[in-house]
């Protein structure tokens, strides 16, 4: 059975920096794309960032372009989002997702088969 366990996470001020990793277990699992993703409550969840198991680049997307890294260690099917620059708006669950296809689009949740936890990142003013 395939799991995601994310670690990091938490409160940190306007500014600032943080981050999360999230570590896919499975017998035989090589996820395609890994990715992370976020969610406030009332909407939908938002697509942050995420990258291909062959292929190297990361996609982002727009609100995080420039402040948000993901890397990612196959050896460990081991994802990581770095957050600089953190603002409020950021404040969010974070979701780290593994796809085990590939697609064509790693920005979509229909994309990914398997989902992490999430933790809360909270950003103060």
């Known amino acids: 059975q395939v799991q995601l366990v994310e670690s990091g996470g938490g409160l940190v001020q306007a500014g600032g920096s943080l981050s999360l990793s999230c570590a896919a277990s499975g017998s035989t699992f090589s996820p395609s794309a890994m990715g992370w993703f976020r969610q406030v409550p009332g909407k939908e969840r938002e697509f942050v960032g995420a990258?291909?198991?062959?292929?190297?680049?990361?996609n982002y997307a727009d609100s995080v372009k420039g402040r948000f890294t993901v890397s990612r260690d196959n050896a460990k099917n081991t994802v990581y989002l770095q957050m600089t620059s953190l603002k409020p708006d950021d404040t969010a669950v974070y979701y780290c997702?593994?796809?085990?296809?590939?697609?064509?689009?790693?920005?979509?949740?229909?994309?990914?088969?398997?989902w992490g936890q999430g933790t809360q990142v909270t950003v103060s003013s």
């Open positions: 990258i291909r198991r062959k292929g190297g680049s990361a």
């Open positions: 997702a593994a796809a085990l296809m590939p697609v064509a689009s790693i920005a979509l949740p229909a994309a990914y088969h398997y």
